[in-house]
């Protein structure tokens, strides 16, 4: 199982990975890293970003085949991929410790680049961690590792490095299921006490369980027996090594005092429902003093060759001061980013290539380019901020875990003249940014619009409203994270005059769905009282022992089985006409402690 899971972890977005075919090594200079499978506008954004555009820099291009070379014994290589987006400028320090910043990193944060560096042998060293479009960043550790050793000419030992990788991996494994801030905190304060004890005493390693159990209480955090077990072998392999934690204390007790920072005391930890609570933290900054030197790297980016709506994270606070004012001048004067990058969220540049084609086209004929027809001010533009999307983890659903199983997305409006337009909404895996589903828009089979209930309508706050209900083909996944692109002709108005303001590469649209699940096989024309339908449970890979069905009134709803040990399907039959609810409860198997419960509710006709 727990090969399982570093596999599965590693299958995230490499930000940066590899050992490149050759190395040059140039003693204390900057290095970049960037990926093969940029196209030259996004590396071209990318070094705008870092602030090294047109300067003569060493640079280190990471392909896919460096990325296998140096993680194919360590994973299989069907969860590596088959493209890498390496971007990375590093410059080794003489002091101050280990500082990062990071852009486009939706997973892994600045805290957790840092203290895993640490662990790998790094002691000071400025780092710049970004990509032209959001990824998980999970692979951002190697080839970070990479540009270091080629900048300072120092080969790291093997053996840590190996360490860190898997440091990284616990981190996010971990954070799957307690968010980023607690996964940090607990594997940064536990590494800590483990190399400060292992300098006093040589048997640290009998004293690991204590030193979980101890921080665990400490800190109010629930492990599940799977992670507990992954950061005790992490543990154990570092009590092995002979750190120096006067080399890691400044940057280790940085990461410390920001997570703790960062973290709400309030917050229940270890509840499911707040797995990803903390998603964006890393967003937020809480004031801590500054430490980073005057010409640091981290303080010479350009925020806005990587365009709107990039989440910025970094170990201190004053490299984000000048984000913040970029932002707010970008805001008053309206400027758009220079070089005229297209961002976009597709991990095959071909296709995203296609469908920014297809954008421009659709653009062009919108501000009559080329049919001298229509003119921009005949289109009236509906902002997404007009839009409520549904499933969606974000700051306005508190980072919301949703049931694995879910087959409809929700899109609502205040407005009643919406109708279907011409285009397509469609789900990706953020992860890899592979294709889930495209539903298109005049499929009347999957694309229902009809005015909100009263209940709704109260739920938004709002007088009158209609919604599109888009069903998709197969339930989602368990324990993953998606992303929905709409083209900008997905919604329209009655008159034909409107359209939605999105494009195929926006990603405004995220959810992450929990490692349990339910569903019940869609019916074109509803439920209806005398039919059955099949449903499943999910449960496989989490921490559930059994799973039951509860609740249900018998007279409008039965199910052929009530009780789970593992994933599988069942029968529902609807019996008579009505709206009914029932709960699916999933318990862990040692104890029979509730860990999950979910609502449902079925209308028949």
């Keep these: 199982m727990k090969r399982k899971l570093l596999s599965l972890i590693m299958s995230a977005i490499c930000l940066t990975a590899a050992i490149p075919s050759t190395l040059v090594f140039a003693d204390g200079q900057k290095v970049v890293t960037l990926g093969a499978d940029l196209s030259e506008d996004q590396k071209n954004a990318i070094l705008r970003y870092f602030g090294v555009a047109g300067q003569n820099i060493q640079t280190l291009t990471i392909t896919n085949q460096d990325e296998r070379n140096h993680l194919g014994s360590y994973v299989p290589l069907e969860q590596i991929g088959t493209h890498t987006y390496s971007c990375a400028l590093v410059c080794p320090t003489t002091s101050g410790g ?10 892994v944060t600045s805290n957790m680049i ?16 970004a990509a032209p479009f959001e990824v998980s960043g999970t692979g951002a550790l190697t080839g970070i590792l990479m540009a270091y050793e080629s900048a300072s000419g ?16 616990t981190t996010t494994t971990i954070a799957n299921t307690i968010g980023q801030q607690q996964a940090t905190e607990i594997v940064n304060d536990t590494k800590m006490q483990v190399i400060q004890g292992n300098q006093v005493n040589q048997e640290t390693t009998n004293d690991i369980d204590v030193i979980i159990n101890q921080v665990a209480q400490e800190k109010n955090i629930s492990l599940s027996d799977e992670d507990r077990q992954l950061l005790q072998d992490l543990l154990e392999e570092i009590a092995d090594q002979n750190y120096n934690y006067d080399d890691m204390k400044e940057t280790l007790e940085r990461v410390e005092q920001n997570v703790n920072n960062n973290i709400d005391d309030s917050q229940v930890i270890g509840s499911t429902d707040d797995t990803a609570q903390d998603a964006a933290a890393n ?15 981290l303080k010479n980016t350009d925020e806005s060759a990587l365009g709107d709506n990039v989440n910025f994270d970094a170990t201190d606070s004053s490299a984000l001061d000048q984000t913040e004012a970029q932002q707010t001048e970008a805001t008053q004067t309206e400027t758009t980013p220079s070089g005229e990058f297209e961002i976009t969220t597709s991990d095959n540049y071909s296709d995203s290539e296609a469908q920014t084609e297809a954008t421009t086209e659709s653009q062009s004929e919108t501000t009559g380019a080329e049919s001298g027809d229509l003119v921009t001010s005949d289109i009236e533009m509906i902002p997404l901020s007009d839009f409520v999307l549904s499933p969606v983890t974000s700051e306005a659903t508190n980072y919301k875990v949703y049931p694995a199983g879910l087959q409809e997305l929700t899109v609502s409006f205040e407005r009643n003249d919406i109708v279907a337009g011409s285009g397509t909404v469609s789900v990706y895996n953020a992860v890899d940014s592979s294709l889930v589903e495209t539903v298109n828009m005049d499929d009347e089979k999957k694309v229902a619009i009809s005015p909100l209930d009263d209940d709704e309508l109260n739920d938004l706050g709002w ?5 599109a209900v888009l069903t998709l083909s197969e339930p989602l996944a368990q324990n993953a994270t998606y992303f929905v692109a709409m083209s900008q002709d997905a919604f329209s108005t009655e008159d034909g005059r409107g359209s939605s303001e999105a494009t195929p590469d926006s990603y405004t649209w995220m959810f992450q769905t929990s490692p349990y699940g339910f569903s019940i096989t869609p019916a074109e024309d509803g439920y209806k009282a005398g039919t059955t339908a099949t449903a499943t449970i999910l449960m496989d890979g989490s921490d559930a022992g059994y799973a039951t069905i509860e609740n249900v009134d018998e007279s409008l709803l039965s199910f052929d089985q009530n009780e789970f040990w593992a994933t599988g399907n069942l029968t529902a039959s609807f019996l008579a006409s009505g709206e009914t609810t029932f709960q699916v409860a999933f318990y862990d198997v040692a104890g029979g402690n509730l860990l999950y419960t979910m609502d449902y509710s079925v209308e028949i006709n």
């Design 283 to 297: 967003t937020a900054q809480t004031e801590t003093p500054e430490t980073l030197a005057p010409d640091s790297i």
């Design 98 to 107: 280990i500082q990062v910043k990071t852009a486009n990193l939706s997973w």
């Design 154 to 169: 120092e080969q790291l030992d093997e053996t840590k490095k190996e360490i860190a990788t898997q440091e990284m991996i």
């Design 463 to 467: 007088t009158e409203g209609y919604k």
């Design 114 to 129: 840092a203290s895993t560096l640490s662990t790998s042998g790094v002691v000071n060293c400025d780092v710049l961690a």
